[in-house]
């Protein structure tokens, strides 16, 4: 069984650039999950969507973060304008329906210059 | 505000030995709890536990739940230099439209060999 796969697995982009971000989950898996996570922290919540409902997105600072999962299966993200801050592991994950196991991609290590 | 708080923050044991990971939570709506490790890259799923008192095994590691106590403990016996991770516990919050997982901050276990 294939599992999580998101891509870039790294991007280094300028502050003030757009940057974007894929994920495709495990097949069959309605519930996905976007996490940031910062050096030395465990992931946070940014977005959960059931198939192709965000269902919590309140922790998704909406002036700059947007996503999407069109047909209910593969998900972007998306950060315009990029900031400093912004710098960390973005991953994503899925599971089968809410509260069971989630399996995780490898992330995406975004650099922000 | 949901807590999750690890300990030790950092481990460093020698091969052979047998270590103890704790974990405290204070969560609202409290449903199960989970365990991952964390190597370079994705959280891999170790164990959800639901019920108190409990012993969930797999192999060499094996974590046990005390709900009135609200703490959770994994333990990995005749560590191994492969067991060298970050272990990330994370209670399920179930409020209804804010179901997550709350991440603590992880343990660094380190096996030297």
């Known amino acids: 069984e294939a599992g999580v796969v998101q891509s870039p697995r790294y991007k280094i982009i300028e502050k003030k650039q757009p940057v974007a971000f894929w994920c495709n989950p495990i097949?069959?898996?309605?519930?996905l999950y976007w996490y940031l996570q910062n050096l030395g922290q465990g992931p946070e919540l940014l977005i959960r969507y059931e198939n192709e409902e965000a269902v919590d997105d309140s922790q998704l600072p909406k002036d700059r973060f947007s996503a999407e999962r069109l047909k209910g299966v593969d998900s972007t993200l998306k950060i315009q304008p990029a900031e400093l801050g912004d710098s960390a592991v973005y991953l994503c994950a899925s599971s089968f329906g809410l509260y069971n196991e989630q399996f995780f991609g490898p992330g995406t290590r975004l650099t922000v210059l | 505000e949901d807590k999750v708080v690890q300990s030790p923050l950092s481990l460093v044991v020698h091969e052979g030995d047998t270590v103890t990971l704790n974990c405290s939570y204070e969560v609202t709506n409290f449903r199960s709890l989970l365990w991952y490790k964390q190597e370079k890259k994705a959280p891999t799923f170790l164990f959800m536990l639901t019920s108190s008192g409990i012993e969930k095994k797999s192999g060499r590691l094996s974590s046990i739940l005390d709900k009135k106590e609200l703490f959770s403990i994994l333990n990995i016996t005749a560590t191994q230099t492969g067991d060298s991770a970050v272990y990330l516990c994370a209670p399920w919050n179930t409020n209804f439209g804010n179901e997550k997982l709350t991440f603590g901050t992880g343990t660094r276990l380190t096996i030297i060999p």
């Open positions: 097949s069959g898996h309605n519930t």
